[in-house]
């Protein structure tokens, strides 16, 4: 009987799909702007309106209102960024591809994993290899200088039979 440690844990896919067709997230993202931008020009407004109150329990109500609204707002504008462009990684031990997400104070996401032996198709040109999933949707290109780092990669896609 033998004891044997995983140090190198399968990660965990990520449940949302890599790309979206119909740019839900955009969509979301633009109306997230829009909403942010229009409580920071409403809580400034407030102040700008003709015709205010400067009455001192309505002053505390205003500021209160405005400081909640420019918050508010600022969250949004901020909350709405694009979010970081996935890392590839290239497993020769595991002879997989990943895309990975990487943000700050958590842990990275795998958005999609794919073994070598699933893609679709390979193009290599130089240093250069393009990598397609196993539905023929374009997955990852790597450039790569180091010259052990680049026949790894290819040994392994020729075993896998991608790569003549």
């Known amino acids: 009987m033998t004891a044997t440690a995983d140090f190198m844990p399968q990660p965990t896919q990520a449940p949302e799909p890599v790309r979206m067709a119909d740019g839900g997230r955009m969509i979301i993202r633009g109306a ?12 400034i407004g407030l102040w ?15 500021l ?3 400081v909640s609204a ?47 032996a699933e893609l679709a198709h390979v193009e290599q040109a130089g240093n250069n290899v393009s990598l397609w999933d196993k539905q023929g949707v374009f997955l990852a290109e790597v450039s790569l200088t180091d010259r052990n780092s680049l026949s790894s990669l290819l040994a392994g896609l020729r075993d896998a ?4």
């Open 32 to 43: 997230q702007r829009l909403a942010g931008v229009a409580l920071t020009l409403a809580a």
């Open 48 to 62: 700008l309106a003709p015709g205010a109150s400067w009455e001192p329990d309505l002053m505390l109500f205003k």
């Open 64 to 66: 209160i209102l405005s």
């Open 70 to 116: 420019v918050i508010a707002g600022l969250g949004l504008i901020s909350a709405s960024s694009t979010p970081p462009s996935p890392e590839v990684e290239v497993d020769t031990i595991r002879r997989e591809v990943r895309l990975v997400r990487r943000l700050r104070g958590s842990a990275p996401v795998v958005l999609q994993s794919c073994p070598f």
């Open 161 to 164: 039979g991608k790569v003549a």
